[in-house]
């Protein structure tokens, strides 16, 4: 009786240590296929700061000669700073094309 006990406890054992070993690689493939997933991700998150970090300031670059020149030289500062020192051609031109509450504004600021 002893024996047959044993047996059946032995096979019972071998029976819930295969389904443990089953949900055990069940768990090890979804945490892989996780971390895999996760790195995928992060590539693509990543990619475009990269290429903004790359591509970028030679755009900005462009962008500050044109507006510099908008200004009436390389002078740097504050928007207001280089407001005050906006030329008088060029004001006149943004004026008409500013709102009417904005063109009071600015004109108030020129002064």
């Known amino acids: 009786m002893q024996t047959d006990d044993n ?3 032995l096979e ?3 029976k ?18 996780s971390k895999v997933w996760f790195y995928i991700k992060l590539v693509l998150v990543l990619i475009p700061f990269i290429l903004a970090a790359i591509y970028l300031p030679p755009l900005i670059r462009q962008f500050g000669a044109g507006y510099s020149q908008l ?3 390389s002078e740097q500062g504050t928007i207001l ?8 051609s ?10 009417e509450g904005a063109r009071q504004q600015l004109e108030n600021l020129r002064k």
């Open 16 to 33: 819930v240590s295969k389904e443990i070993l089953e949900n055990t690689k069940h768990i090890r493939s979804s945490m892989f296929w």
């Open 12 to 14: 019972e054992n071998l």
């Open 81 to 88: 700073q280089q407001f005050k020192n906006l030329n008088p």
């Open 90 to 99: 060029n004001l006149s031109e943004i004026l008409k094309l500013a709102p």
């Open 71 to 73: 200004f009436g030289g």
């Open 7 to 9: 047996k059946k406890l």
